[in-house]
């Protein structure tokens, strides 16, 4: 059965940084993109990264350029993602999933991941 659980969130001040985990069990992430995915109350989702199972390939929504970080270490079946700079407006619970493609395939549309964990959440307030 294929399991991804999401770790390191928390309640950060603004500017501050944190790390989020994403690992899998039941599966092998070799052959899957992992993207990550934030929900804020009363928003809807939003693709924040993606990286492709080669590890080549990596995209970021616009509002986080510059300041996240995705990456993966296959030997760990796990993904992160490096939050840094955090602004208010990056509270949310975050995601993972996974999707089956290419070596370069990614994407930021939920719809095209099949597998989800259960979420962190991610506070930014002072």
């Known amino acids: 059965q294929l399991q991804l659980v999401e770790s390191g969130g928390g309640l950060v001040q603004p500017g501050g940084s944190l790390r989020l985990s994403c690992a899998a069990s039941g599966f092998t992430l070799d052959y899957y993109a992992i993207g990550w995915f934030r929900q804020a109350p009363g928003k809807e989702r939003e693709g924040v990264s993606c990286?492709?199972?080669?590890?080549?390939?990596?995209n970021y929504a616009d509002s986080v350029k510059g300041r996240f970080t995705i990456s993966r270490d296959n030997a760990k079946n796990t993904v992160y993602l490096q939050m840094n700079s955090l602004k208010p407006e990056d509270t949310a619970v975050y995601y993972c999933?996974?999707?089956?493609?290419?070596?370069?395939?990614?994407?930021?549309?939920?719809?095209?991941?099949?597998?989800w964990g259960q979420g962190t959440q991610v506070t930014v307030s002072s």
């Open positions: 990286i492709s199972s080669s590890g080549g390939v990596t």
């Open positions: 999933a996974a999707a089956r493609g290419s070596r370069w395939y990614t994407s930021l549309m939920g719809a095209d991941f099949g597998s």
